[in-house]
């Protein structure tokens, strides 16, 4: 029965997977409930072509579709590499059909399609806080933006510095071969970043609205190689005969910190500017450290990855653990119920493996409150604060946050 609303245990959205004819629907209503325009809905679909119609669901009223939610083949950079996961995106739903369950029936069958897949983790970057922690996500990775007055950013005379090293820009598009070469170092090696080919590049860089100036790539390079880049471009402002023009930094990454000195050194020293924004930059970023006053940055936190134990047992067997740790967790998780259960952990540096048991549980928590731990940034403790989930036998909580920590703040950069 379904009442008026739509709602109940036999809902009338039929889920199915996404064919050529549902073309023009689909668009329909992934712009509209996206608020995409024709040039924003091109850009979201040469990025994320539907070439596997498995991969992209459509739910249906009767004929009509309804709802879409579609899942990308990435990589992703986990405390124990780069590993296969399911990205989603593209979800929406047609506005006059919300709040009936049609998300939730997205949700429910395409968490089953990722667990047959042999999918461990499934990622994504919410539109908004309040929708997917009851689908398992947790907010995983917080990330910062950051405006600075040019004239405040003096770096510190300390601050390390290489001779021989070069610093070149251009347009960001002929420095492709560089960009490429260092994110793909760069991801590797810091958890919650997603491996890029090069129509991620081309989205970051291509065609601009209309009036904003060209994406530009500044490269620090030594004799040999390139050793870190930023991507900005520049605004022009006037403000009663004085010049006021911004640099907008999308990115920077450096792999060691004279090259991040380097890049900082350039992007403080554009003439006729006095603002420099950083778009997105891991929480742990030492730009604070390396300014004579760190506290004149103004910063913004955000969150960015939302992550989803798609198989929760094998997602925590194959993590790395910084400390030892013995601890039972009784799980809920409404839509992957195979998630659900009594599991014993048992985790540390050399190897984890975790069982189902009889045994009488130390911690009660949802699946997304591990979704959240999962990178290493998130503290259970602080779930457990929020009164989230409960801790039956004291002190298993801070042993579990102890065992999950990770030197390195995790960082995404790229929303998808
Ligand atoms: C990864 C991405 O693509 S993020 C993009 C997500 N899409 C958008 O933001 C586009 C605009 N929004 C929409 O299209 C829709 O409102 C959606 C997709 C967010 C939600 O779809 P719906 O079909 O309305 O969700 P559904 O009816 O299944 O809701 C399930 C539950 O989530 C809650 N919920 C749904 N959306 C929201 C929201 N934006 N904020 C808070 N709660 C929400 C519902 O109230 C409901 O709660 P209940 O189970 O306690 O009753």
Same mark, same amino acid.
């Not at 709802?67 to 590993?83: I, K, M, S, V």
């Not at 709040?99 to 994504?124: C, F, N, P, T």
């Not at 950051?146 to 070149?168: H, I």
């Not at 403790?381 to 990770?406: C, I, K, M, Q, Y």
């Given at each position: ?11 009338? #959205?039929?889920?199915?997977? !996404? ?10 209503? +992934? ?18 072509? *539907? ?10 009223? $009767? ?25 989603? @995106? ?11 369950? *049609? ?14 897949? $042999? ?5 994504? #970057?919410?539109?908004?806080?309040? +929708? ?19 004239? /405040? ?24 071969? /560089? ?17 890029? @080919?090069?129509?991620? %590049?081309? !989205?970051? +860089? ?11 790539? *500044? ?12 991507? !900005?471009?520049?605004?022009?402002? #006037?403000? $009663? ?14 792999? /060691? ?10 992007? %403080? ?6 603002? *420099? ?20 940055l103004r910063r913004g936190t955000y969150d960015s990855l939302w992550l989803r134990l798609v198989d929760l047992p094998a997602a925590l067997a194959e993590r790395t653990w910084a400390a030892p740790v013995d601890a039972v967790l009784a799980v809920t998780d409404r839509y992957a119920p195979w998630n659900e259960g009594t599991w014993r952990l048992r985790a540390g540096p050399e190897g984890a493996t975790v069982e189902s048991t009889d045994r009488a549980p130390e911690v009660s928590l949802d699946a997304a409150h591990l979704g959240a731990a999962y990178l290493g940034q998130v503290r259970l403790s602080n779930h457990r604060a929020a009164g989230a989930l409960t801790?039956?036998?004291?002190? @298993? ?13 995790? !960082?995404?950069?790229?929303? %998808?």
């Amino acid at each position: 029965m379904v009442d008026s609303a739509g709602r109940g245990p036999d809902p009338a #959205w039929t889920v199915r997977a !996404y064919t050529e004819a549902d073309h023009p629907a689909y668009t329909r209503v +992934i712009s509209e409930a996206l608020l995409l325009d024709r040039a924003g809905f091109r850009r979201h679909t040469e990025l994320h072509p *539907v070439s596997d119609h498995g991969r992209v669901l459509v739910a249906t009223d $009767g004929q009509r579709v309804v709802g879409t939610a579609q899942a990308l083949e990435l990589e992703l950079t986990l405390p124990q590499g780069p590993r296969p996961v399911a990205g989603i @995106t593209a979800v929406g739903v047609w506005p006059t059909h919300r709040r009936r369950g *049609v998300l939730s029936a997205l949700m429910r069958r395409q968490i089953a399609d990722a667990h047959e897949r $042999g999918e461990k983790v499934a990622a994504l #970057w919410s539109s908004e806080g309040g +929708i997917y922690d009851r689908f398992g996500y947790g907010q995983a990775v917080f990330e910062q933006a950051v405006g600075v007055d040019r004239r /405040d950013a003096r770096l510190r005379s300390e601050v390390p510095r290489e001779e021989g090293l070069s610093t070149e820009l251009r347009e960001a598009h002929h420095a492709l071969p /560089d960009l490429l070469a260092l994110y793909r170092k760069l991801a590797r090696g810091r958890v919650g970043q997603i491996a890029r @080919t090069v129509p991620w %590049f081309e !989205y970051l +860089i291509g065609p601009q609205e209309e009036g904003r100036n060209e994406p530009l790539a *500044v490269v620090v390079r030594d004799a040999d190689a390139p050793r870190g880049y930023a991507l !900005y471009r520049t605004e022009s402002h #006037w403000d $009663g005969g004085l010049p006021r023009g911004k640099v907008v930094v999308q990115e920077l990454g450096a792999l /060691d910190p004279p090259a991040r000195t380097a890049l900082y050194e350039h992007l %403080f020293s554009r003439d006729l500017t006095t603002r *420099v924004e950083f778009a997105h930059l891991p929480l742990d970023e030492p730009l604070p450290l390396m300014l004579e006053d760190g506290r004149l940055l103004r910063r913004g936190t955000y969150d960015s990855l939302w992550l989803r134990l798609v198989d929760l047992p094998a997602a925590l067997a194959e993590r790395t653990w910084a400390a030892p740790v013995d601890a039972v967790l009784a799980v809920t998780d409404r839509y992957a119920p195979w998630n659900e259960g009594t599991w014993r952990l048992r985790a540390g540096p050399e190897g984890a493996t975790v069982e189902s048991t009889d045994r009488a549980p130390e911690v009660s928590l949802d699946a997304a409150h591990l979704g959240a731990a999962y990178l290493g940034q998130v503290r259970l403790s602080n779930h457990r604060a929020a009164g989230a989930l409960t801790e039956h036998e004291p002190g @298993t909580v801070e042993r579990l946050d102890t065992a999950l920590f990770r030197p390195a703040a995790p !960082y995404c950069g790229t929303a %998808f």
